[in-house]
């Protein structure tokens, strides 16, 4: 029923040729994306493509005029300040892109000088009497209006500027509004959000309660966008082509979170189909909440331990519905979202306790901040230096960055021993991310060691034995190098994710490699299995923490090459937990074995299906 490589239209019934606008609403239009975070959501779309109007229109009484130009004045001295700010900052950028930047920030010095954008919203704050976030909205539109009109063969050049009338109109605005980042708060209720693109921050402030789903063109199946959805429990499809063109708001929607496909305008058939899939799931969520209590254990009677991945503290009650044994990952980049100021150790104290309280005494494994790539945050902006690598995700990411600004790492450290010091012995476990050479674990050991030393001198109350200290296995180097990474770190966590991204040099989070991304590629496998390997030579725990982990169809395999801990999406552990259930560790390794001499990845997906069928038939 909904099922398209492409764009495609399906008649419901006919529509009359000379009106097009009728002939919209009765064509289903459906678009394959990529699926992302299952579920059905039935609703009206949310366009937010266009930028969205960060402040609703407002007008003003004749009596405010003054007030309101005085507001404005202050935003347009706040948003000086910010760009003088950004301009003392170049300091520490290569001379590229001091060259880049600096005429940029310039020209919006410029713009919130005595300029045409303030002299113009000042007036129609006046004249029309409209509020200063209004008046500067039409004013920049007015303005990138002029500029987009006009007859220059440099039409790229003329975007550009009208693009930066319309970022500093923005930024004025969020300091009008004291609002600082995108708000999705008039997203009607029960509406399907559709975007050309959702950051992981953006995606961060999605209410799970108001918003249906989430279908975007940009975007892969395991970027952060997509695990911070599937955290959030949001049906989403990412990376639809098509969909941006074909979608307007009040559009009514069917997307399909598991089967990553789009219905616009959807039959009759298609809405009764939806619907009854909607129970489907509702009967499913019921029938798999009776695994909570029972223990996560194979037929020989192996012990498989399931943990969470945590993104947002207001996962908490999901990870406790979903019988976690614990949190697995817990990624602290959360706190560095959304915000202008970098937390303090107070701060990240004051946010870690109360998950670890929550967790009373289960294990938590605490990642440091994994800042760089796709996660670059704005907060950090202020505190760290701006990536300007141009292959981001082989930038400063992860551990270089905090070894490289230890104040970081040590305020992070320092918050997590304390709150480890009030939970009890072993309950807190450190993570390092993007690790590639054993050097890192033990620099990152010394900063632990010292701040550690110094907490105890302050009189604060610390675990006798520190917390043990892991690293991420997510990059090739790190995964071939496992064997003297081991002779450093306590522990590994397999990140599947990063590992099949920087495996197969496919952007994990974009659309256009999609395809390409393949955590079952045996590049991929043969180092899972080597860094394994190196882990249980030493009885070193291993457990995957990537996107993989959740999968029950994947979960022999991963049985079968030794790992017996795997941390994943809270809602994933029920199915998960389900198939170990249903599994022998012989069949599991001989699986493995199997798999691993395989060298086409269609074959290793072909086999993986066909015991996961069975596992289904013995289940
Ligand atoms: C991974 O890379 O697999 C992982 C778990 O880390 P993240 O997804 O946060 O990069
Ligand atoms: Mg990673």
Not at 55 to 77: C, G, N, S
Request: aromatic share 4%.
């Amino acid at each position: 029923m909904m099922k398209a490589e492409k764009p495609e239209k399906t008649e419901a019934k006919p529509a009359p040729a000379a009106d097009k606008r009728a002939a919209r609403r009765v064509k289903e239009t459906v678009i394959r994306g990529i699926a992302v975070s299952p579920g059905i959501a039935i609703g009206p779309v949310f366009d937010t493509t266009e930028p969205p109007a960060e402040a609703p229109r407002r007008t003003i009484a004749e009596t405010a005029v003054d007030a309101e130009k005085q507001r404005l004045a202050a935003a347009v001295a706040a948003s000086r300040k910010q760009v003088a700010k950004l301009k003392m900052r170049l300091g520490v950028l290569p001379e590229e892109a001091q060259e880049e930047l600096e005429p940029l920030l310039d020209a919006y010095a410029m713009m919130l000088g005595d300029s045409r954008l303030i002299r113009g919203a000042r007036k129609r704050i006046e004249a029309n009497l409209l509020a200063a976030e209004t008046a500067v909205a039409d004013e920049a539109d007015a303005i990138a209006d002029v500029i987009l009109s006009a007859k220059d063969d440099d039409k790229a050049g003329l975007r550009r500027r009208a693009g930066e009338v319309r970022e500093i109109a923005r930024r004025l605005t969020r300091n009008l509004t004291e609002n600082p980042f995108r708000s999705f708060k008039d997203v009607p209720e029960g509406a399907i959000l559709v975007a050309e693109e959702l950051t992981p921050a953006d995606a961060a402030l999605l209410d799970p309660a108001r918003i249906a789903g989430v279908a975007t063109e940009e975007g892969g199946a395991d970027g952060h966008t997509a695990i911070m959805l599937r955290a959030l429990g949001i049906p989403a499809v990412l990376g639809a082509h098509g969909l941006t063109e074909a979608a307007r708001r009040g559009d009514q929607m069917v997307l399909d979170g598991a089967a990553g496909t789009i219905a616009l305008h959807p039959t009759p058939a298609t809405l009764v189909w939806a619907k009854d899939q909607v129970g489907v799931y509702a009967r499913e969520r019921t029938k798999l909440a009776k695994l909570r209590r029972l223990p996560s254990i194979t037929t020989d009677g192996e012990e498989v331990e399931l943990l969470a991945n945590m993104e947002i503290p207001a996962e908490l009650p999901l990870i406790a519905q979903a019988g976690a044994q614990g949190i697995g990952l817990l990624r602290t980049e959360f706190l560095f979202m959304n915000r202008e100021d970098l937390p303090d150790e107070d701060a990240q104290v004051a946010a870690y306790a109360p998950i670890v309280e929550a967790m009373a005494g289960d294990p938590i494994t605490i990642r440091v901040l994994d800042w760089g790539g796709e996660k670059e945050m704005e907060a950090l902006a202020a505190g760290v230096p701006a990536q300007t690598s141009a292959n981001p995700a082989l930038g400063l990411r992860g551990i270089r960055m905090l070894l490289k600004r230890p104040e970081l790492l040590e305020a992070q450290f320092a918050a997590i021993l304390r709150v480890a010091g009030k939970a009890p012995e072993g309950a807190v476990r450190v993570l390092l991310p993007m690790v590639t050479i054993p050097t890192e674990v033990k620099a990152a050991r010394e900063v632990y060691d010292r701040v550690a030393r110094r907490l105890r001198r302050r009189g604060e109350k610390l675990p006798e034995k520190l917390p043990e200290l892991g690293a991420m296995i997510e990059t090739p180097g790190a995964a071939l190098a496992a064997d003297a990474i081991a002779l450093e770190a306590d522990f590994f966590a397999i990140g599947t994710n990063d590992l099949a991204m920087y495996t197969l040099a496919v952007d994990r989070g974009d659309a256009e490699v999609a395809h390409l991304y393949d955590p079952l590629h045996p590049a991929v496998l043969r180092l899972m299995q080597f860094a394994t390997e190196a882990a249980l030579r030493l009885r070193m725990p291993v457990s995957v923490c990537g996107e993989m982990g959740g999968n029950p169809r994947l979960v022999p395999l991963l049985l079968g090459l030794g790992i017996r801990c795997l941390s994943m999406n809270a809602s994933a552990i029920p199915r998960v937990k389900q198939a170990v259930r249903s599994l022998d560790i012989g069949d599991c390794a001989r699986f493995a074995r199997r798999v691993m001499e395989q060298s086409d990845p269609a074959r290793i997906r072909e086999l993986v299906d066909g015991f996961a069928t069975g596992v289904t038939e013995r289940g």
